[in-house]
């Protein structure tokens, strides 16, 4: 089982709010896959998975705000 | 034409599928990050909190800020600190740094741009023209691009930098003229196209380069003449992208303009006979470096 936290978009940017899941709970996925989009104030960015796996439990939900280092989900 | 409004403040906001970025947290974004870290350097795309930072890092390409990374003055669309009390002096280390980084990384084409420095004598301009001559001692085919504040259009600074002979002499222009007290105060836009048409005025051989944003609350037509008064400057490329709001202390975007947008930008930018010309929503001036190669 693997986290996956939320990498640093851009410089200085400590957070970011969940903008869309592309994957839901249940899905294979494969490392590399873009797993969410997150928006930050100036852009949005798609945040790649850096594991294979089953997408076990979406941890931040569509609306939350992550800091970084935060877990977004949990890969199986 | 149709754009999409932006909705101010809120944090739950959609960017359109345009303005979305993929993170690339490898290890050529890992590596550039740790040897500028280590060596001490600024560059802008850290200190403007650029949305390419993981493209550009991952295949170890970087726009260095000299001169330290306060700047003397408050346009606001730039999240580039501001305060005066911590100016520091031009530091010769810092140009040798930027040589091992530039060594080390492999880069081809390198764009050095700085802080504004209004309280300095030449306003910067040597430490960019030593910058030039130390990069140039790698050799190697290593293109140099500078990126030059106005100078307060002080005619010898501009000669300073020219007569270094940098591949690119660019100076960004950022907005249409309506648009200057609002977006770069302290700035003047005829000064800005002089610092251009002077510059190649020095020396004809030399490539000039300008860029602006998009999305501040200009008309189209306003970027179209722009781009005429750019010209007659005798201006080779120009850049155009989309401005988006770096922190909240800067000026919101007023819209996002459609891909289709900047298409039609690179067609007048055509037609008004730019040589090169790099027009699209991701579009930074200095995200083009590789335009020798192009």
Same mark, same amino acid.
């Given at each position: 089982m693997a986290e996956l936290k939320l990498p640093e978009l851009a410089e200085g940017v400590n957070e970011a709010v969940v903008s869309f899941w592309h994957?839901?709970?249940?899905?294979?996925?494969?490392?590399?896959?873009?797993?969410?989009?997150?928006?930050?104030? &100036?852009a949005a960015f798609n945040v790649p998975c850096k594991f294979s796996g089953v997408l076990k439990k979406i941890v931040a939900q569509e609306g939350d705000t992550v800091k970084v280092g935060e877990a977004l989900a949990i890969v199986e | 034409?149709?754009?999409?409004?932006?909705?101010?403040?809120?944090?739950?906001?959609?960017?359109?599928?345009? +303005?979305?970025?993929?993170?690339?947290?490898? $290890?050529?974004?890992?590596?550039? @990050? $740790? +040897?500028?870290?280590?060596?001490? +350097?600024?560059?802008? /795309?850290?200190?403007?909190?650029?949305?390419?930072?993981?493209?550009?890092?991952?295949?170890?390409? /970087?726009?260095?800020?000299?001169?330290?990374?306060?700047?003397?003055?408050?346009?606001?669309?730039c999240a580039v600190e501001k305060n005066r009390?911590?100016? &520091?002096?031009?530091?010769?280390?810092?140009? =040798?740094?930027?040589?091992?980084?530039? $060594?080390?990384?492999?880069?081809?084409?390198?764009?050095?741009?700085?802080?504004? @420095?209004?309280?300095?004598?030449d306003k910067g301009a040597s430490h960019f023209a030593d910058c030039v001559d130390i990069l140039k001692s790698i050799g190697k085919g290593l293109k140099i691009e500078t990126l030059v504040p106005?100078? +307060?259009?002080? &005619? @010898?600074?501009?000669?300073?930098?020219?007569?270094?002979?940098?591949?690119?002499?660019?100076?960004?222009?950022?907005?249409?003229? @309506?648009?200057?007290?609002?977006v770069r105060p302290e700035a003047d836009y005829n000064r800005s196209l002089e610092v251009l048409r002077y510059a190649k005025e020095l020396d004809r051989d030399i490539t000039t380069k300008s860029g602006i944003m998009a999305g501040l609350g200009e008309f189209r037509e306003e970027i179209r003449s722009v781009m005429n008064d750019l010209r007659k400057a005798d201006c080779d490329?120009?850049?155009?992208?989309?401005? =988006?709001?770096?922190?909240?202390?800067?000026?919101d975007a007023e819209e996002f303009l459609e891909p289709a947008e900047f298409d039609k930008f690179s067609e007048w930018a055509k037609e008004a006979g730019f040589k090169k010309y790099y027009c699209g929503p991701f579009v930074r001036s200095s995200y083009t470096e590789g335009i020798w190669q192009s």
């Open positions: 994957f839901k709970e249940g899905d294979s996925i494969k490392e590399g896959d873009e797993i969410v989009e997150m928006a930050t104030d &100036k | 034409m149709k754009t999409q409004n932006v909705s101010s403040g809120s944090r739950s906001k959609r960017f359109p599928y345009w +303005l979305r970025q993929s993170v690339r947290d490898n $290890e050529g974004f890992t590596r550039t @990050r $740790e +040897l500028i870290s280590k060596l001490g +350097l600024n560059t802008v /795309c850290q200190a403007a909190r650029c949305p390419n930072i993981h493209g550009c890092f991952s295949v170890k390409r /970087c726009t260095f800020l000299i001169l330290g990374k306060i700047c003397t003055r408050s346009c606001r669309f009390l911590e100016l &520091k002096a031009p530091d010769k280390e810092e140009l =040798l740094k930027i040589k091992e980084a530039v $060594e080390k990384l492999g880069i081809e084409n390198v764009v050095i741009t700085s802080v504004t @420095r209004d309280d300095l004598a106005d100078f +307060l259009g002080d &005619k @010898r600074s501009i000669k300073k930098v020219v007569s270094a002979r940098p591949d690119v002499f660019s100076h960004n222009l950022e907005t249409v003229p @309506r648009l200057y007290g609002k490329i120009i850049t155009i992208g989309q401005y =988006l709001k770096p922190d909240a202390g800067c000026l």
